[in-house]
C-alpha cells in the first residue's frame, strides 16, 4: 500500500514525532506540503494530513495546501498535536475532515493527541505537557495507523 503523510510541525517536533511513528506502522513517507508531489499523492492509496493546533485551527500551511489540491477520490486520514484538549463535540481536525471531503477524499479516520505546548501564556510557566507526546501517545499513534493498514474502515 503506497502512503505519504503530509505533515507541518513548527514548533516543538510534536506533531513529527507522531507522523514518524505513523509512517513506520505505513511504510510511509513523511512530507511538508512544499515537497509533497501532486502526481504522487495522486498515485497514494492512502494520504495523511496532519499538523499542530495553533488558536484552535490546523496550520494554514497545510489548510492551504488541501485547499490547492486538484478535486479526486482519494483515501486519507488527518491527525493533531494539541497543548490544549480537544472539544469533543467540535474537533481540531473536523474542518480539515470536511475540507478534504468536500475535495474527493474517503477520509478513514482521525487522531489527536496533546503536546509539549509554549504558546503565550504557556511561556511564562515553562509550557504545558512538557512529556507529552509521551510513549502512551506513540504507541496510540502507531495503534491508529495499524488500524488504517488494516482497512477496517473508519477509525477515529
Known sequence: MKTVIVCV???H???RRVADRMAQVLNAEVVAPEQADLAELAGADLVGFGSGVFYGRLHPRLTGFVEALPAGPGRAFVFATSGLPEFSP???TRP???LLEGRGFEVDGSFSCRAFDTWAPFKLVGGIN???PNAGDLAAAEAFAGRLRGGRGPVS
Request: positive net charge; without cysteine.
Open 96 to 98: 480539515l475532515v470536511q
Open 9 to 11: 510541525s513548527v514548533s
Open 90 to 92: 467540535a474537533p481540531f
Open 13 to 15: 517536533g510534536n506533531t
Open 130 to 132: 512538557r512529556q507529552r
